[in-house]
């Protein structure tokens, strides 16, 4: 018996398995089959003579078969104890590159043996014991990104855990801004509500825009800090750290970019949803009182003598400037 899965074509209760359909792919690249009697293999299509399927070897040589379905046992068999192979092409294959083929194909398969008395086995190639886990399939699955991207920049104590959740969202492009959603298949009329000039993406809203800049050089021009806004929200995390040497104010400089992000989020969705507005100035402050308000539930006793009218006041004064 072979299961397969299918896309559901209901339009209830199948949301979740939807999503794993549509990925099912990343799966079954990391499984390979080793087979015994081959009754629930497909020879052309699945994953067991070569590390990928052989129509994806042998491209040519698939496209003059008669069926793509066969399995591996209606291909062969042992006459005179010797292999015979009956691969059931539809025509003669003359061409040179078929040729080349069928040879790379046969000088495989003359390495092979039935073994009747077993079944087929599943081997999950992205464990060491071929057997498949959770942890190994998520490993898998986020280890390129892992290698690109530093997920202890976005999984810190110093901010609360929705905020993270938040960030690592974004910086994998998955907030819903309306480029996003447009993606989803939802129509809208996509303008910035910020800047109301240009296209909603989660680099034009939280980077690019004018009203994004303009905060970001705020507090970037009273740290006199020059800094070129990066390609991505990935490359401004990975870079924030290094711009920044001195340990006075280090604390309050690790937190601006998360602070500056959600805030400028939180605000976004206020002008969608309840149609309000606030300042540049405002947001300024805004910003401030976050950053004071993790500081202090982090550490209480630290800023018990600092008042947030002083924070807010002298900000550079506060944090930056030596005594």
Not at 69 to 79: C, K, Q, S
Not at 198 to 213: I, K, N, P, Q
Not at 261 to 279: A, G, H, M, Y
Request: glycine letters at 4%; proline letters at 3%.
């Amino acid at each position: 018996m072979r299961w397969e899965t299918k896309m559901p074509n209901i339009p209830f209760g199948t949301t979740i398995w939807k999503g794993i359909c549509k990925r099912k792919e990343l799966f079954i690249k990391r499984i390979r089959f080793n087979v015994k009697k081959g009754n629930t293999v497909k020879f052309w299509e699945d994953r067991w003579l070569f590390e990928e399927p052989i129509a994806t070897v042998c491209p040519n040589l698939f496209n003059a078969v008669r069926s793509h379905n066969f399995l591996v046992a209606d291909m062969g068999r042992i006459e005179n104890n010797i292999m015979v192979w009956n691969l059931n092409f539809s025509r003669r294959i003359i061409r040179t590159v078929e040729i080349e083929e069928f040879a790379v194909l046969m000088n495989a398969l003359d390495n092979f043996e039935f073994d009747r008395t077993s079944e087929d086995e599943v081997m999950w190639m992205a464990s060491k014991s071929k057997e498949f886990t959770v942890a190994s399939c998520y490993g898998s699955l986020t280890q390129q990104f892992q290698q690109n991207f530093r997920a202890d920049l976005v999984w810190k104590q110093e901010w609360p855990p929705k905020i993270a959740f938040f960030l690592w969202l974004a910086i994998h492009n998955r907030i819903l801004t309306l480029d996003n959603m447009e993606r989803r298949g939802y129509m809208f009329v996509n303008r910035c509500f910020m800047c109301r000039k240009e296209l909603e993406s989660v680099s034009h809203l939280l980077l690019y825009c004018d009203f994004s800049y303009a905060l970001w050089s705020y507090f970037w021009g009273e740290l006199n800090v020059a800094v070129i806004i990066p390609g991505s929200l990935q490359a401004l995390f990975e870079g924030w750290s290094h711009l920044w040497t001195n340990t006075k104010g280090k604390e309050v400089w690790i937190l601006l970019p998360a602070a500056i992000t959600w805030s400028l989020w939180v605000e976004r969705n206020k002008r969608v949803f309840e149609d309000q507005e606030v300042s540049l100035d405002r947001m300024i402050i805004e910003v401030k009182a976050l950053i004071f308000f993790w500081l202090s539930a982090a550490d209480p006793k630290k800023f018990d003598r600092i008042s947030f009218q002083h924070l807010v006041v002298d900000w550079k004064k506060t944090f930056f400037d030596p005594p």
